[in-house]
């Protein structure tokens, strides 16, 4: 089983400013690792996949980067709709073995 | 713009099952192109992965719960369900559908909004 360990748990970042958030995978899984947001009451949304593709409608502030076992995202220029929690998933092996991380909760500084 | 809607009881007593539909518009479920899943969320917990069906028929699950779950699809209304049997208040959470595609393209692209099932007496 992939384990998928994001940090930290909780990040608090002043608007305006770049959060930087960590998801480590317990083996390789080249660059298929995709990233979702998630807002209270909503479904996440697909933000990034092959670890550096945004999705459709993605602003240019948030970039993912990393491969192996290291990924991470960065959202430059916060503003207040990225506050939010994040989570990792990788898309490497077949069957698909669907595990996400834990989450990482932005919050407002 | 596709769009994935669940629906089913919000309610289910304990040892019952839970079932629920997820309708998909505006795509074809018969796409060989994706698979279709089935996604919980605990209140205040994170995202479990349940199991994906695709339009053949063809189920890939969890296993901590294949031994209690079923999924189907229904080309024909162009939509897939979930059973789970012998719930329990661990069972509690939001339910949410989810499109994803194939090899090394097994990302959720596209979410239902969610339905929160609650296990209680």
């Known amino acids: 089983e992939i384990v998928m360990t994001q940090s930290p748990a909780t990040l608090s970042v002043s608007p305006g400013e770049t959060a930087t958030l960590s998801c480590r995978v317990s083996?390789?899984?080249?660059?298929?690792l995709a990233w979702y947001q998630q807002k209270p009451g909503q479904a996440p949304r697909l933000l990034i996949y092959?670890?550096?593709t945004r999705a459709t409608g993605i602003p240019a502030r948030f970039t993912g980067s990393g491969s192996g076992t290291e990924f991470t995202l960065t959202i430059r220029s916060l503003q207040s709709e990225d506050f939010a929690v994040y989570y990792c998933?990788?898309?490497?092996?077949?069957?698909?073995?669907?595990?996400f991380g834990q989450g990482t909760k932005l919050e407002i500084k | 713009q596709l769009q994935l809607q669940e629906s089913g009881p919000g309610l289910v007593k304990p040892s019952q099952t839970l079932s629920l539909t997820c309708s998909v518009s505006?795509?074809?479920?018969?796409?060989?192109?994706?698979?279709w899943s089935w996604i919980r969320q605990p209140p205040g917990m994170g995202l479990e992965w349940i199991g994906y069906?695709?339009?053949?028929?063809?189920?890939f699950y969890n296993p901590s719960l294949e031994s209690r779950l079923t999924m189907s699809v229904d080309t024909s209304k162009n939509h897939f369900s979930l059973r789970l049997g012998s719930v329990t208040a661990a069972d509690t959470a939001v339910y949410y559908c989810?499109?994803?595609?194939?090899?090394?393209?097994?990302?959720?692209?596209?979410w239902g909004q969610g339905t929160l099932v609650t296990v209680s007496s």
């Open positions: 989810a499109r994803s595609g194939t090899y090394k393209k097994n990302f959720f692209d596209s």
């Open positions: 505006y795509a074809a479920i018969t796409s060989g192109d994706f698979y």
């Open positions: 069906i695709y339009y053949s028929g063809s189920t």
């Open positions: 083996k390789s899984v080249s660059g298929n």
């Open positions: 092959g670890a550096s």
């Open positions: 998933q990788q898309h490497d092996n077949w069957p698909p073995e669907f595990t």
